[in-house]
């Protein structure tokens, strides 16, 4: 089993930055992709950003491109999500999710992921 343990949310206002942190345990090696997923309420859980740990390619959703970093550290099983210039409209709870693997079109789907964080909340005040 992998256990996945959320950090770093918090209350900002626009044009803030926060960064996220993951750490996972378990059976880690098992892991082939990890990423962030949000969920304002009354909506649907989106993907935010996800990177595949054998080549460390990076996944982003549209409307984060260019102002979210995802990345890791294989040492610690650790990933973070960099996020600035934040927006209201990034308030959400954020999640992060562990894969077996997944092809890289089934990435951004939630669905394909096994184990699931308890969930930070993000608040950006305008």
């Known amino acids: 089993q992998v256990q996945l343990v959320e950090s770093g949310g918090g209350l900002v206002q626009a044009g803030d930055s926060l960064r996220l942190s993951c750490a996972a345990s378990g059976r880690t090696f098992a892991n082939y992709a990890m990423g962030w997923f949000r969920q304002s309420p009354g909506k649907e859980r989106d993907f935010v950003a996800t990177i595949r740990w054998s080549d460390r390619s990076t996944y982003y959703a549209d409307s984060v491109k260019g102002r979210f970093t995802i990345s890791g550290d294989n040492a610690t099983n650790t990933v973070y999500l960099r996020m600035n210039s934040l927006r209201p409209e990034d308030t959400a709870v954020y999640y992060c999710?562990?894969?077996?693997?997944?092809?890289?079109?089934?990435?951004?789907?939630?669905?394909?992921?096994?184990?699931w964080g308890q969930g930070t909340q993000v608040t950006v005040s305008s």
């Open positions: 999710a562990a894969a077996s693997y997944l092809p890289a079109a089934n990435l951004r789907q939630g669905s394909g992921y096994h184990t």
